[in-house]
């Protein structure tokens, strides 16, 4: 069955400073990932997906992706933090579950804070 | 507007009292599921629903029934809530189980289980 780890529980930046949102994923084949975001009190929005191709991908907010299939991993980068990014991170892998069906699974998360 | 909504958003209850927590789309998707979502777990399946009265288990079924009797909507049931299912509830839909498909989540329902 596929796992997916995100190592960080919590992670704190300054406004404006660069971040990396690490993910690291178990399956025997190249899986679909997926980045999502939950601000507080609210359901999760997609920001992000990889499933073919190009293994940097662009997403909405100026965030974006990297795949490495050597190293099993999806983080999830930003050159300039906003203070609406504050919010928490889930990497989810969809990943081929049998009887002709897929199951997402996602990690436990990732909550971001940002000091002014 | 394209959209999955969830009744109620927020419901306090009392163990063994049956209750029902809808989910309904506008978007004809096929694929409908449910999640749990708790501190320092994430998100976990707790059902799924791959078309019009087809639904199986996700990862943590027990405690919880679903139907799916039109594709728009997919409630879900407590028939005997417990307080360890006092939870933050999703329902989730997309329009396919290929796996580059999007779910797309509802608000979420807050359940607290006296």
């Known amino acids: 069955a596929q796992s997916v780890t995100q190592p960080d529980i919590h992670i704190t930046v300054s406004e404006g400073a660069s971040l990396e949102l690490r993910c690291n994923y178990s399956y025997g084949a190249t899986p679909y990932l997926f980045w999502y975001v939950q601000s507080p009190g609210q359901g999760l929005q997609l920001l992000l997906k990889?499933?073919?191709?190009?293994?940097l991908v662009q997403g909405i907010k100026g965030f974006e992706a990297e795949f490495k299939r050597s190293q099993s991993s999806f983080n999830l980068r930003k050159p300039s933090v906003h203070w609406s990014d504050a919010a928490e991170y889930f990497c989810?892998?969809?990943?081929?579950?049998?009887?002709?069906?897929?199951?997402?699974?996602f990690g436990k998360g990732t909550k971001l804070s940002v000091i002014p | 507007e394209a959209q999955v909504t969830q009744n109620p958003r927020y419901l306090i209850t009392v163990t063994g009292k049956k209750l029902t927590v809808t989910c309904s789309q506008n978007?004809?998707?096929?694929?409908m599921s449910w999640y749990r979502q708790d501190p320092g777990l994430g998100l976990r399946q707790i059902y799924y629903?791959?078309?019009?009265?087809?639904?199986d288990k996700g990862d943590v079924p027990e405690g919880y029934k679903v139907s799916r009797k039109e594709k728009r909507n997919f409630p879900l049931i407590l028939e005997s809530p417990s307080p360890n299912q006092t939870s933050l509830y999703f329902c989730?839909?997309?329009?396919?189980?290929?796996?580059?498909?999007?779910?797309?989540f509802g608000p979420g329902t807050r359940l607290l289980v006296l």
């Open positions: 989810a892998v969809d990943a081929y579950s049998g009887a002709g069906s897929y199951q997402l699974t």
């Open positions: 978007m004809n998707h096929e694929y």
């Open positions: 990889y499933f073919s191709g190009d293994t």
């Open positions: 629903s791959m078309n019009v009265e087809v639904t």
């Open positions: 989730a839909s997309s329009f396919g189980l290929a796996g580059a498909e999007t779910q797309y």
